[in-house]
C-alpha cells in the first residue's frame, strides 16, 4: 500500500466518524432534546432493523453475493437494476428520508449546530456501512435513482456512441456543488440540493409530479442514455461520500495483474471511467457502482470483485 493511499484511507476513515458521530455528540450534548431524539447507538440499531433496512441489506448482501459467485452481463445486470427500481423505487421501500436528504441534513446539522433525526441517521449509518463492506454496495446495489440512470442507459445513444466523461472534471463539478451548498447553508440556512427540490431526484419516489421535479429528472434520463449514471458522477452528494468510501471499501473491483495480458476488452465493454483507472492502477479511481460488467468482459479472469488489496506490479 502506497503512502498516498494510507494517508487518503485515514482521512476517509476520520471524516466517516465525524460525520457519523458528532451530530450525535452534539444532540447528546443538548440533553436529546428536539427533532434529534434518540440519536444513540441501541436506537439506530433498532432503526436498523425495520423492513427496508432489512431489505435494503439483502439486496446488498445478494449483489455482493452475485459478484463473487457468477458473471454478470449487461442483461443480467439490466433485469436486476429494474428489481431495485421496482423493490425500492415504485413499492417505496427506501421511502423518505431520502439518501440524499439524509446526507444533505446531516452537512447542514454538521455546519449549523442543528440536530439530526434517528431516521435520518440510521439512513446515513446503513448507507455508510454498506459502502465500507462493499464498494458502492447501496448506490450500485439499492438506490432507485441509480438503478433508473442504468436501466435508461441501455437504450441505444442515437450517434451511437455512448459517452465517458472524464473523471477529473465530473468530480470537481460535484464537489463544487457540494462546496457552493455549504456554503449557501452557512448564509441563508438553505441548501442547494433540496431546496424547492431544484437537484432532488428523490423526490419522484413520492410521486410528486412538479415542474422543477419533472425537469431535473427528465434531463437527468436524457442525459442518462449518452452518460452512464450522470446525475451520480456530476451532483449525488451521496455519490461523492460513497467515492470516499471506496477507499475504505473491503471487497473492491480488483485486478490480477499476472492474468492481465492488457486487452482492453474490459474498458471497451464497460460504460463506467473506473476500469481504466483499476487497470492502469492509477491512485484517483472514478466511481465504480459495482455493476460487475468488466469482470465479465475479461476473457483472462483477471477482474474480481475481491477482498481489497495492492494488486501485484
Ligand atoms: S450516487 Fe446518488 S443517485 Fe447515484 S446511486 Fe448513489 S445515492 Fe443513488
Ligand atoms: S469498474 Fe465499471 S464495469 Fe467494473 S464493476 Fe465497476 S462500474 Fe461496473
Not at 444533505?104 to 454538521?110: E, I, P, Q, S
Not at 465517458?164 to 468530480?171: C, E, G, T, V
Not at 452512464?228 to 451532483?235: A, E
Amino acid at each position: 500500500m502506497t503512502r498516498n493511499t494510507i494517508y487518503l484511507s485515514v482521512f476517509c476513515i476520520a471524516l466517516f466518524m465525524i460525520l457519523i458521530c458528532v451530530p450525535v455528540i452534539a444532540e447528546a450534548g443538548r440533553g436529546g432534546g428536539g427533532g434529534g431524539r434518540n440519536t444513540d447507538v441501541p436506537s439506530i440499531l433498532a432503526g436498523l432493523s425495520s423492513i427496508k433496512f432489512i431489505l435494503g441489506g439483502l439486496a446488498a448482501l445478494s449483489g455482493l453475493i452475485l459478484l463473487r459467485t457468477i458473471k454478470i452481463n449487461r442483461n443480467i445486470r439490466t433485469l436486476l437494476m429494474c428489481a431495485v427500481f421496482v423493490l425500492f423505487g415504485v413499492l417505496v421501500i427506501m421511502h423518505q428520508p431520502s439518501p440524499l436528504r439524509a446526507v444533505v441534513d446531516m452537512v447542514t446539522a454538521l455546519a449549523t449546530g442543528g440536530a439530526i433525526t434517528l431516521k435520518k441517521m440510521t439512513m446515513i449509518v446503513f448507507i455508510g456501512g454498506l459502502s465500507v463492506i462493499g464498494a458502492k454496495l447501496f448506490c450500485g446495489w439499492v438506490c432507485p435513482f441509480g438503478a433508473l440512470q442504468e436501466i435508461v442507459n441501455r437504450i441505444p445513444a442515437p450517434s451511437g456512441k455512448k459517452i465517458k466523461l472524464p473523471f477529473k472534471i465530473s468530480n470537481s463539478i460535484r464537489i463544487s456543488l457540494f462546496v457552493i451548498s455549504l456554503i449557501m447553508i452557512l448564509t441563508t440556512g438553505y441548501d442547494l440540493y433540496t431546496y424547492h427540490s431544484v437537484l432532488n431526484p428523490f423526490e419522484l419516489f413520492d410521486w410528486h409530479f412538479e415542474l422543477v421535479l419533472a425537469v431535473l429528472v427528465g434531463a437527468v434520463l436524457i442525459a442518462s442514455v449518452f452518460v452512464y449514471r450522470p446525475f451520480c458522477y456530476l451532483v449525488c452528494p451521496v455519490g461523492l461520500l460513497t467515492w470516499l468510501l471506496e477507499y475504505v471499501s473491503i471487497f473492491r473491483v480488483r485486478l490480477d495483474r499476472a492474468k492481465c495480458d492488457n486487452c482492453k476488452k474490459c474498458i471497451l465493454k464497460s460504460p463506467c471511467p473506473s476500469v481504466k483507472a483499476i487497470v492502469d492502477g492509477d491512485t484517483l479511481r472514478p466511481d465504480c457502482h459495482a455493476c460487475g460488467v468488466c469482470i465479465d468482459a475479461c476473457p483472462k479472469d483477471a477482474l474480481e470483485f475481491g477482498i481489497w488489496k495492492k494488486a501485484k506490479a
